[in-house]
């Protein structure tokens, strides 16, 4: 018996094989009569932290299958579908392992070619396994609508795009599994929870599996009011504001934007990883195009036509004109290649703000130490900004309120008995 918690209600039986008692590896199986389908292909990081770091080193995705850091191939056996709720690592996994008799459902084929696919293809170690093997069956969810095995993707925010909850209707019962969400969305592009139910026309759920990654963390996450009064703040202050985000996360993509048209500000991209989300900005927002620049020193070709701007004879020396978006890595390498380069000037005055939205649930490709040495040596000073893409504590009330789900099954969380308790309380509240 590989699960790890089972509970059946009327006909449907639900296996959970990763993310109990933990942050992230997520794999839930739903059963019912001759249906199987699966949700989320987690990596277990709990386990990668527990067996590997320094030297030693995982020789294999078999052998991380072993250990228990990715799920048995008992969870996929007959298995029609495998629902991925969004690209994280701790969500996606190793699709290269998933068997081939079940369809690989993602909530974007494009954007998996263009991300995860473009970036770990050509890697030397098992984050080669995370794009799917070249004979695995891929195909995309299609929200709002009930598919051929009674799943309904629903669209939902969180800090990568796009994100989906699924709901599964069953001849007995309605289950809920929430993937990763934030409960307010930071932009326009996604809707509220009960905004999305209430657009499939479901007003309650039998059961929620349902994530709570920040009952788990003893720091407070900023909300996207806060997010934006304080970066406005920043903006009026400092002369460079450099903001580190998920590669992944078009909301807080968006968000910045949006902000940094109000503040009259150029966006400048100082990471390869975020080409991608030019063309879902031509999508989404085409009329502030020519607000966006790519740093001359990335030298990439991308395919849309967005200028590019030299971050050491433009940006550095005109700060009050530009806001700096990036990842940590490589804005890090650029800066190092600078100052090698005699081009770098003093960056006092200048701030980075790390909003590191899944602080424990993915591969850190650097250590936050070293990363704050280098920032500091340039004369950057940094500040965090946890901006999480869960939703918090405090909202979990309105969760609650909005599936009515008469049984809890707490998943993605280190604080399962609180979220039971909190869960039968406010049952019973809504029952007066």
């Not at 701790?90 to 459902?105: A, E, F, R, Y």
């Not at 406005?232 to 400092?238: F, G, H, I, N, R």
């Not at 003093?346 to 070293?370: C, F, M, Q, Y």
């Not at 901006?387 to 809890?408: A, M, V």
Request: glycine content about 6%; proline content about 6%.
């Amino acid at each position: 018996m590989s699960y790890q918690r089972e509970i059946i209600y009327g006909g449907v039986r639900v296996r959970v094989y990763g993310g109990i008692d933990e942050i992230g590896g997520n794999c839930v199986v739903i059963e019912e009569g001759e249906r199987k389908v699966v949700f989320d292909n987690g990596i277990r990081f709990s386990i990668i932290r527990k067996f590997y770091g320094g030297r030693i080193e995982p020789f294999g995705p078999f052998e991380l299958r072993s250990v228990g850091a990715i799920p048995p191939l008992d969870a996929f056996e007959e298995a029609s579908a495998v629902y991925v709720s969004h690209f994280h690592l701790d969500h996606v996994g190793l699709l290269s392992m998933v068997p081939l008799q079940p369809v690989i459902k993602v909530p974007s084929v494009s954007i998996l070619e263009k991300t995860l696919a473009r970036w770990y293809k050509a890697s030397s170690s098992w984050l080669a396994y995370v794009p799917p093997d070249f004979s695995s069956k891929i195909g995309e969810v299609e929200p709002w609508k009930e598919d051929e095995n009674k799943v309904v993707p629903v669209p939902v925010s969180h800090s990568c795009y796009p994100a989906y909850s699924f709901l599964y209707v069953g001849e007995s019962a309605t289950i809920f599994y929430s993937g990763d969400l934030r409960f307010e969305p930071l932009s326009f592009i996604r809707f509220r929870l009960s905004e999305a139910l209430e657009r499939v026309g479901v007003d309650r759920v039998d059961v929620a599996i349902l994530e709570g990654t920040n009952f788990s963390e003893d720091y407070a996450s900023v909300t996207a009011s806060t997010f934006r009064n304080y970066l406005s703040m920043l903006l009026k202050e400092y002369d460079l504001v450099s903001i580190s985000i998920d590669p992944l996360d078009l909301e807080t993509f968006i968000a910045i934007l949006d902000l940094s048209q109000i503040m009259e500000k150029n966006l400048v991209i100082g990471s390869s990883r975020l080409t991608w989300i030019i063309e879902e900005v031509e999508k989404l927002r085409p009329e502030v195009l020519d607000k966006i620049y790519f740093c001359d020193e990335l030298e990439i070709s991308p395919t849309l036509l967005i200028r590019s701007i030299s971050l050491s004879h433009e940006v550095i020396k005109n700060p009050d004109n530009f806001l700096l978006i990036v990842e940590p890595v490589e804005i890090l390498s650029l800066l190092r290649k600078l100052k090698m380069w005699g081009e770098l000037q003093s960056l006092a005055g200048s701030i980075v703000v790390l909003t590191d939205p899944e602080p424990r649930e993915t591969v850190k490709e650097v250590e936050e130490k070293v990363l704050k040495t280098w920032l500091k040596s340039f004369g950057m000073q940094i500040v965090r900004l946890r901006l999480s893409g869960h939703y918090l504590p405090h909202e979990f009330r309105s969760i609650i309120g909005t599936l009515k789900p008469k049984e809890l099954l707490p998943i993605h969380t280190e604080e399962a008995d609180l979220m039971r308790k909190l869960f039968r309380r406010f049952s019973r509240e809504s029952k007066k």
